[in-house]
C-alpha cells in the first residue's frame, strides 16, 4: 500500500467544502459568459483550442505537436501558451536566442522541434493574440495550448483531453479532486480525445467510455495511447539509440506523472535506475554530477541516460558539460487507437479549408 497516496486522497476529501465553493464560483462565472455578461472575443482567424477540464498533464504537448505536424507545412501558424513556470512575464515570442526560462518547458520544446512555427507566450491571451497577429505577418492559424477554460476568446475549434485514468466524468472539483472547470463545459468542444489508453483497449471498454462521456451529435471521439519513439542524443537528433533486452538505463526526469515512462523502460531494457526530480525542476551543476556519478556506478556494457523532451529543453545551456555523455531524449507522440488518425487530422484540416472558403465566398 502507498501511504502517502491514501493519506493525501483523506485529507482531500476533508478540503470538499472548499470544492464547492470553487465549483459554484467556476459555475457562476461560466453563466454569466454564456448569458454574455462577460464578452468573449472572436478573431478572424482559424484559432485551434487544445484543452482540458482538469489539473495535471492529459497529453496537451503531444497533441499541439501533433497538430503542427499535420498543418504547419500547409498553412503559417503559431502556438500561443501561458508559459508555465517560466522564469518572465507577460508577452514574449520566441527567437534564436530564446531560452526555456523565458517562456517555459513546452513552448520551448514546440521553438526547437518546430523552428518554422512562430511560438508565443502570454498568461493574458485576450491581449497576446493582437500582439502575435502584428509581430507574424500573413498569420493563418492559432494553436493555443492549454486555453478550454479561458473564455475571453472564442476558439472556432475546441479540443478537449481527458486521461482515461481519470475521466472528468469520475472526476469532482479542486482541491478535492481535480476539476477545474464544470462537467458540462464539454459540451463545447468539437473533439473529445481520451489519451494515455492501454495500447489493446478493447472495443467493448471504448463502448464503456463512451457511454459515459455521452458525445453530442457534432462531436467526435477518440481514444489515444502513448506512443515512445526512438531515443535520440541530446545534441545530434540524427544519434538514435535503439533500446533492447540488454540496456540498463539511468533515467532522470521531472515531470508529474513517470510512471508510464518507466513502464515502457522495465519493458524494453535489462533494468532501470531512476533519479526524480520535481515538475519543471531547474537543473543545476550539481544535479549534473550526481547524474554523472549514477551513470558511472553501472557496470553494464550497453548503458545510456535517458531523459524526456520537456526536461531536454531545460539542459540546453549545459552543452559543454554534456556533449562527451550518452545523454538520450526519448519523444513521445499520441498514437490513435482504432485507425482514426486518419479522421482526426481530416477534421483538422477541413476546419481550417472551410474557414477560408467561407472567408472567401464573402
Request: proline letters at 5%.
Amino acid at each position: 500500500m502507498n501511504f502517502n497516496t491514501i493519506f493525501l486522497k483523506s485529507f482531500r476529501v476533508l478540503l470538499l467544502p472548499f470544492a464547492i465553493i470553487y465549483g459554484w464560483i467556476v459555475a457562476i462565472r461560466n453563466w454569466l459568459y454564456n448569458i454574455k455578461y462577460f464578452k468573449s472575443i472572436d478573431f478572424n482567424l482559424p484559432i485551434i483550442c487544445v484543452g482540458n477540464l482538469s489539473l495535471g498533464g492529459t497529453g496537451k504537448s503531444p497533441m499541439v505537436e501533433h497538430l503542427l505536424s499535420i498543418i504547419s507545412e500547409q498553412y503559417k501558424i503559431a502556438t500561443l501558451s501561458r508559459g508555465y513556470k517560466r522564469k518572465s512575464k507577460g508577452y514574449a515570442l520566441a527567437n534564436i536566442s530564446t531560452t526555456a526560462l523565458e517562456i517555459g518547458d513546452e513552448p520551448m520544446q514546440f521553438h526547437i522541434k518546430y523552428p518554422h512555427v512562430s511560438v508565443a507566450v502570454g498568461e493574458r491571451r485576450i491581449e497576446a493574440i493582437p500582439q502575435l497577429i502584428q509581430d507574424v505577418p500573413n498569420l493563418q492559424a492559432i494553436i493555443l495550448d492549454d486555453a478550454f477554460q479561458h473564455r475571453e476568446i472564442i476558439a472556432g475549434f475546441n479540443i478537449l483531453l481527458t486521461d482515461f485514468n481519470n475521466l472528468y466524468t469520475d472526476d469532482i472539483f479542486f482541491p478535492t479532486g481535480d476539476l477545474r472547470d464544470e462537467k458540462k463545459s464539454a459540451k463545447r468542444a468539437d473533439i473529445i480525445v481520451i489519451t494515455k489508453c492501454p495500447t489493446h483497449l478493447t472495443e467493448e471498454e471504448k463502448l464503456e467510455i463512451e457511454e459515459k462521456i455521452k458525445p453530442l451529435p457534432h462531436q467526435h471521439l477518440f481514444f489515444t495511447a502513448i506512443a515512445y519513439e526512438t531515443p535520440y542524443h541530446i545534441y545530434n537528433p540524427n544519434d538514435q539509440w535503439i533500446l533492447n533486452g540488454n540496456d540498463e538505463v539511468l533515467l532522470f526526469c521531472g515531470i508529474a506523472n513517470p510512471l508510464p515512462l518507466k513502464a515502457y523502460l522495465h519493458e524494453h531494457t535489462h533494468t532501470y535506475y531512476q533519479i526524480s526530480y520535481s515538475d519543471h525542476h531547474i537543473f543545476s551543476i550539481e544535479d549534473l554530477n550526481e547524474i554523472k556519478e549514477k551513470f558511472e556506478q553501472i557496470k553494464a556494457k550497453r548503458k545510456l541516460i535517458i531523459t524526456t523532451e520537456k526536461d531536454a529543453v531545460r539542459l540546453v545551456k549545459y552543452a559543454n558539460e554534456l556533449v562527451d555523455i550518452p545523454l538520450y531524449v526519448l519523444p513521445i507522440t499520441p498514437h490513435f487507437l482504432f485507425n482514426e488518425e486518419p479522421v482526426f487530422n481530416q477534421l483538422v484540416n477541413n476546419y481550417i479549408d472551410q474557414f477560408y472558403k467561407n472567408s472567401n465566398e464573402k
